[in-house]
């Protein structure tokens, strides 16, 4: 379809080239599209207005909860719930699911969030994220369930993220391929940028936090050193995944989170995190795995357990497979 269509032709036009695409989300995207609009609009102002820096408050793990997250949490909610396609939420900022208010209709999906990635960089202006993704509810009758989101990668039927860096984009897959929208702020619109997204086959960068290395297992120490002896990859690392991710799935290369010798499961949250991300990278032909097993092949046994991620080029995390296999 020619750059510059609109988001919600793209989703009509691919609803008649595919006919087992799910009408469903065309409401639901657009609505997702608003919301990140609404945040867009305070992340380009939060330098003028008193939206940066910290509630004082800190969620289920401990961390400073920034305003920012807040403000993205409860608009996403607030213009998803009445859309009659969901049936509750969970998010990074709430300890527990959210069911959708009894005067909504409640319908037959559940999404999970992390509505504002890469906190730590609001306040330096640097690129931060909404990260999302949709599971058809498995609870039977009126009343959603917590095992509605512990539910297998693969069951997965729509993710994407939306990146609020030197312009906003939206990117996400319904099965049928990766899209990229990016909003033209003159008229209000996400228009496609960026169809049919495919990871490169090999890059030229690596993405890892070398702050934790005196913490890495042995076989991340064996992969960054090679890598940094063959001088064939650079090293670039934001500190907001959505960004890692997005060049990532742009250029090629990889993006690691791995576990450590303090936290074997690492940083990132299976549910709203690595799962988006997995199902994302795989969509574009790349690979997303926990060193282990693929990401989508998991089935998470809280809302908030912590995954190794290591997403990226086909070639490349088979490489780091290959050390983490000698490492064994
Ligand atoms: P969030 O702001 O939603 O808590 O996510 C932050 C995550 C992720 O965005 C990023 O990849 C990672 O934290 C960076 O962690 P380090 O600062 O430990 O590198
Ligand atoms: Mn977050
Ligand atoms: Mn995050």
Same mark, same amino acid.
């Given at each position: 379809? +020619?750059?510059?269509? +609109?988001?919600?032709?793209?989703?009509?036009?691919?609803?008649?080239?595919?006919?087992?695409?799910?009408?469903?989300?065309?409401?639901?995207?657009?609505?997702?599209?608003? #919301? #990140?609009?609404?945040?867009?609009?305070?992340?380009?102002?939060?330098?003028?207005?008193? =939206?940066?820096?910290?509630?004082?408050?800190?969620?289920?793990?401990?961390? @400073?909860?920034?305003?920012?997250?807040?403000?993205?949490?409860?608009?996403? =909610?607030?213009?998803?719930?009445? +859309?009659?396609?969901? #049936? #509750? *939420?969970?998010?990074?900022?709430?300890?527990?699911?959210?069911?959708?208010?009894?005067?909504?209709?409640?319908?037959?999906? =559940?999404?999970?969030?992390?509505?504002?990635?890469?906190?730590?960089?609001?306040?330096?202006?640097?690129?931060?994220?909404?990260?999302?993704?949709? *599971?058809?509810?498995?609870?039977?009758?009126?009343?959603?369930?917590?095992?509605?989101?512990?539910?297998?990668?693969?069951?997965?039927?729509?993710?994407?993220?939306?990146?609020?860096?030197?312009? !906003?984009?939206?990117?996400?897959?319904?099965?049928?391929?990766?899209?990229?929208?990016?909003?033209?702020?003159?008229?209000?619109?996400?228009? $496609?940028?960026?169809?049919?997204?495919?990871?490169?086959?090999?890059?030229?960068?690596?993405?890892?936090?070398?702050?934790?290395?005196?913490?890495?297992?042995?076989? !991340?120490?064996?992969?960054?050193?090679? +890598?940094?002896?063959?001088?064939?990859?650079?090293?670039?690392?934001?500190?907001?995944?959505?960004?890692?991710?997005?060049?990532?799935?742009?250029?090629?290369?990889?993006?690691?989170?791995?576990?450590?010798?303090?936290?074997?499961?690492?940083?990132?949250? $299976?549910?709203?995190?690595?799962?988006?991300?997995?199902?994302? *990278?795989?969509?574009?032909?790349?690979?997303?795995?926990?060193?282990?097993?693929?990401? $989508?092949?998991?089935?998470?046994?809280?809302?908030?357990?912590?995954?190794? $991620?290591?997403?990226?080029?086909?070639?490349?995390?088979?490489?780091?497979?290959?050390?983490? @296999?000698?490492?064994?």
């Amino acid at each position: 379809m +020619t750059t510059g269509t +609109t988001l919600t032709k793209f989703i009509l036009e691919m609803q008649r080239s595919y006919p087992e695409a799910k009408g469903e989300f065309t409401s639901l995207l657009n609505d997702i599209a608003t #919301a #990140a609009k609404i945040v867009t609009r305070e992340v380009r102002k939060a330098g003028l207005v008193d =939206i940066l820096g910290g509630t004082g408050k800190e969620n289920v793990h401990g961390e @400073k909860v920034q305003k920012l997250d807040v403000f993205a949490n409860e608009t996403f =909610i607030k213009h998803l719930e009445h +859309t009659g396609y969901l #049936a #509750a *939420f969970a998010s990074e900022e709430m300890d527990d699911f959210c069911p959708v208010p009894e005067y909504y209709p409640r319908g037959k999906y =559940i999404m999970v969030m992390d509505p504002l990635d890469g906190s730590s960089n609001i306040d330096v202006n640097i690129s931060i994220g909404t990260i999302f993704c949709i *599971f058809k509810r498995v609870s039977k009758g009126d009343h959603p369930d917590v095992n509605d989101f512990l539910q297998c990668g693969r069951n997965i039927v729509a993710a994407g993220y939306v990146i609020y860096g030197s312009s !906003t984009m939206l990117v996400y897959s319904t099965g049928q391929g990766v899209h990229g929208f990016t909003l033209d702020p003159s008229v209000g619109e996400f228009l $496609l940028s960026h169809e049919g997204i495919k990871v490169p086959e090999k890059g030229k960068n690596y993405s890892i936090n070398e702050g934790n290395y005196a913490i890495w297992d042995d076989w !991340t120490k064996r992969y960054i050193e090679k +890598t940094k002896e063959k001088r064939e990859k650079s090293l670039r690392y934001v500190g907001t995944l959505v960004a890692d991710a997005h060049r990532t799935l742009l250029k090629g290369g990889v993006f690691l989170y791995p576990g450590d010798k303090k936290n074997p499961k690492g940083k990132l949250r $299976l549910l709203y995190e690595c799962f988006p991300m997995a199902y994302l *990278f795989e969509q574009a032909g790349g690979i997303a795995t926990d060193g282990k097993m693929r990401i $989508l092949d998991k089935t998470p046994s809280e809302l908030h357990e912590r995954s190794p $991620l290591i997403i990226g080029s086909k070639t490349d995390v088979e490489e780091v497979l290959n050390f983490i @296999k000698e490492g064994m």
